[in-house]
């Protein structure tokens, strides 16, 4: 069951400040775009990257959560892992991995879709915590990345039904100005495991670029 958490919004505050800062160097980081060349963003060099081509035939992979009423196909993907050495690719669960995964996503959104886009509905088909009985959202804020790209950012902590383990999330989920495309940057895994990664966790929220020039 979810207690009140040692994860508490300060740290993640202290994450954003030692990021905004600079006081970590560019060393040991990656640059990663996916094969669209839709995003950027940076990871340490440890993590393994999986591109689209090494995704195919893979129908869910990790934060891509469809709705019956709400299917938003997926245009390009990568998903990556901190395990420090290849694991393969994550199960679609992070709720109990004891290193970081993540996804940076796009995803088309039918014309007659467009008009049921919420913010509510941007978090939910990265991570569908509202569906979970116990979760809290320490963040949750508009966010503007510019250009019209404009959406949702979530940190999330919730106890997961099918694993019964503490976990946490962290979001950011697009669109852009005509509401054609899905954006999203999610990172989660076990709490234990987002407390002791939280400050790459947040390097990497904060690199993450859309329609990058």
Not at 21 to 43: A, H
Not at 92 to 99: D, F, G, I, Q, R
Request: net charge negative; proline share 5%.
């Amino acid at each position: 069951m979810l207690r009140r958490l040692p994860l508490a919004t300060g740290a993640i505050v202290a994450a954003l400040i030692t990021v905004a800062c600079g006081s970590s160097t560019d060393s040991g980081l990656q640059g990663v775009r996916d094969s669209e060349r839709q995003m950027f963003f940076e990871i340490p060099s440890d993590w393994a990257v999986y591109q689209s081509a090494d995704l195919t035939g893979l129908t869910e992979t990790p934060f891509v959560t469809q709705d019956a009423d709400l299917n938003l196909p997926v245009f390009s993907r990568v998903v990556f892992q901190g395990a420090g050495v290849d694991a393969g690719i994550p199960a679609v669960n992070t709720s109990n991995l004891e290193y970081p995964v993540g996804a940076a996503v796009v995803r088309t959104i039918p014309s007659a879709l467009r008009d049921q886009i919420s913010r509510y509905w941007l978090a939910e088909l990265v991570v569908p915590y509202h569906a979970q009985p116990v979760a809290q959202e320490e963040v949750k804020q508009d966010i503007s990345l510019g250009e019209g790209f404009d959406g949702v950012q979530v940190l999330v902590v919730y106890n997961d039904a099918a694993t019964e383990t503490d976990a946490a999330a962290f979001l950011i989920s697009v669109t852009d100005p005509e509401v054609e495309f899905m954006y999203s940057f999610a990172i989660g895994c076990s709490l234990s495991c987002f407390n002791t990664h939280v400050e790459a966790i947040v390097a990497a929220i904060d690199s993450w670029l859309v329609n990058p020039r």
